[in-house]
């Protein structure tokens, strides 16, 4: 999707093991999220920034952590992961007006093994 | 937990004909978003009707939004194979100075027949 990015789109990895994902924007847009997509459940709050350094938790945030060191890059980290954690990830941004809605990446297919 | 909850979960239509899909929600909401989602692809904003609002059209959609019952229904004219895909609301509990953030339904499984 134009102006946010995802990497990567496609990981497989081990139980146990840190991964972190990566959402890029380049709309200056505040707002930024993380949600994740199972079958039955729709998409769900991981975590959200309103600003650099700015996070706070959603819904599911336990086992993930996040960082937001500049205002393009918004980093969602599985400390170690596990089973449950496969999923696909959304990263979406959103301008402080609130009035467009939000922008979606493409997403990222996490398998863990 | 869920916010929105769409109804139906799956709907099968001919093309040409009109989709109706609809989301309750449970709180009170700033705005109201339509989303969809064509398979293995990220989600695509349609559209957004505020509280104040009763409804809204974008080209072939019309949205409508019922505070008091707090419920909200998108309808889809004239559909066409292309419409097929996954439609999900979601609702914007925020105030207009921060905590803004979208709670999503479990969607609606549109399939248009050709």
């Known amino acids: 999707d134009a102006g946010i990015t995802q990497s990567p789109r496609h990981k497989v990895t081990e139980t146990g093991t840190p991964v972190t994902l990566r959402c890029h924007q380049t709309?200056?847009?505040?707002?930024m999220y993380w949600y994740r997509q199972d079958p039955g459940h729709g998409l769900r709050l991981i975590h959200y920034?309103?600003?650099?350094?700015?996070?706070d938790k959603g819904e599911v945030s336990d086992g993930y952590s996040v960082s937001r060191s500049k205002t393009e890059d918004f980093l969602l980290t599985l400390e170690s992961a596990t089973s449950s954690q496969t999923s696909v990830y959304f990263c979406?941004?959103?301008?402080?007006?609130?009035?467009?809605?939000?922008?979606f990446g493409s997403g990222t297919r996490l398998t863990v093994v | 937990s869920q916010q929105g909850e769409e109804d139906p979960q799956a709907l099968s239509i001919q093309e040409g004909e009109n989709a109706t899909m609809n989301c309750s929600y449970k709180?009170?909401?700033?705005?109201l978003q339509w989303y969809r989602q064509n398979s293995g692809r990220g989600l695509v904003h349609l559209i957004l009707?505020?509280?104040?609002?009763r409804e809204k059209h974008s080209g072939r959609l019309r949205v409508t939004l019922d505070t008091s019952k707090k419920s909200s229904s998108l309808l889809i004219t004239a559909s066409r194979a292309a419409d097929t895909a996954s439609y999900f609301c979601?609702?914007?509990?925020?105030?207009?100075?921060?905590?803004?953030?979208?709670?999503f339904g479990t969607g609606t499984r549109l399939t248009i027949i050709p």
């Open positions: 979406a941004i959103s301008d402080r007006d609130r009035r467009y809605g939000y922008t």
């Open positions: 709309e200056n847009h505040r707002y």
């Open positions: 920034s309103y600003g650099v350094k700015d996070t």
């Open positions: 709180t009170s909401i700033n705005n």
């Open positions: 009707i505020r509280s104040n609002e």
């Open positions: 979601a609702t914007d509990e925020g105030s207009n100075f921060g905590n803004e953030k979208l709670t």
